[in-house]
């Protein structure tokens, strides 16, 4: 079966570090890989998407790059954190090819605080 | 620009009785929408999908009514219980990429 694994799970960063959540799946290949972002009160923002090695798509213009080094592996980074980017961050994946409206399939989360 | 709207105020109900949540969107035409259930401090769930071309979809206690000229789907939890209470999210997508855009969610409390 097919699982996914987001860490860490929980991290508190000074303002102007650096960032990097890792996500990777397993039991599937080619998937289409995604981070989300949510604020606190507020609803799912797409960062960013992927639908192959290296083939990364940027939904909003923000202070996070995103990189898929490898088919299952897909990780968010940052070299300056700002007190703006705390929030509940999600990886998910959904199998490829979903014009049909494949389910996306969400990690357990990592949340950030700026401070 | 696309926008989704869920109540925002939590929604709270008795125990055994029917739970309905609304979702209307504006500025998009959607090949599909999904529902989430999401819990506190956890990613979101799939619970169910429905495509343009359907009108209702069932899964046990769950129902979704999806209605393209409104704009709008509704989603049922009938016999509600205590155990139904999180957060309901809708989710409009389409394309090969299958983004999803999701409303704000709707916080659904069912008490005994």
């Known amino acids: 079966s097919q699982t996914i694994h987001q860490w860490p799970a929980t991290l508190v960063q000074p303002v102007g570090s650096p960032l990097s959540l890792e996500c990777t799946v397993e039991g599937t290949s080619n998937p289409n890989l995604y981070w989300y972002r949510q604020a606190a009160g507020r609803g799912l923002q797409l960062l960013f998407y992927?639908?192959?090695?290296?083939?990364i798509s940027s939904e909003v213009p923000q202070n996070l790059s995103a990189s898929r080094p490898q088919d299952r592996q897909f990780i968010l980074s940052s070299k300056k954190l700002l007190l703006s980017d705390s929030g509940f961050y999600l990886c998910?994946?959904?199998?490829?090819?979903?014009?049909?409206?494949?389910?996306?399939?969400f990690g357990e989360g990592s949340w950030l605080t700026v401070v | 620009s696309q926008k989704i709207e869920q109540n925002s105020e939590a929604l709270n109900i008795q125990e055994g009785k029917t739970a309905t949540l609304t979702c209307n969107y504006t500025n998009y035409s959607p090949a599909y929408l999904q529902w989430y259930r999401q819990d506190p401090g956890r990613g979101p769930v799939f619970l169910l999908l429905i495509r343009e071309n359907e009108k209702e979809k069932r899964k046990e206690r769950l129902k979704v009514t999806f209605d393209t000229t409104l704009k709008q789907s509704l989603f049922h939890i009938t016999a509600s219980q205590p155990a139904d209470s999180a957060t309901y999210l809708c989710a409009l997508g389409g394309g090969a990429t299958n983004k999803l855009i999701f409303g704000t969610g709707t916080l659904l409390a069912v008490q005994p």
């Open positions: 998910a994946w959904s199998a490829w090819g979903g014009s049909s409206g494949n389910t996306i399939y």
């Open positions: 992927s639908v192959g090695i290296g083939q």
